[in-house]
């Protein structure tokens, strides 16, 4: 079955920095397209970035947050840097079926998600 596993996540000073792994199986990886999203306490799951053959971003981590991927170890990253107390949220990797598409902002066009990791700013 498709497995997405994140990691990475952890308590960091604002200003600093962290990258977030998402290793997948039971996928053909290459051809899905794979976001970032994150959910803060008592707020909705909200879109960060997603990857396919481009790129898409949230206006709020534009300039501060790239997504990339390594096709042949299955793996997508989200290298986050100039951390601010604001990004404190459980981050999830997701996967789409689609390709060829901008990457999706909607949660509902996402077939499978990881468990989520923590990531905490402190101020």
């Known amino acids: 079955q498709v497995q997405l596993v994140e990691s990475g996540g952890g308590l960091v000073q604002a200003g600093g920095s962290l990258r977030l792994s998402c290793a997948a199986s039971?996928?053909?990886?290459?051809?899905?397209?794979m976001g970032w999203f994150r959910q803060a306490p008592g707020k909705e799951r909200q879109f960060v970035a997603g990857?396919?053959?481009?790129?898409n971003y949230a206006d709020s981590v534009k300039g501060r947050f790239t997504i990339s991927r390594d096709n042949a170890k299955k793996t997508v990253y989200l290298q986050m840097n100039a951390l601010k107390p604001e990004d404190t949220a459980v981050y999830y990797c997701a996967a789409d079926h689609r390709w060829g598409l901008p990457p999706s902002s909607s949660l509902t066009e996402y077939d499978y998600w990881g468990q989520g990791t923590q990531v905490s700013v402190s101020s």
């Open positions: 990857i396919d053959w481009s790129t």
């Open positions: 039971g996928l053909t990886f290459s051809s899905y397209t």
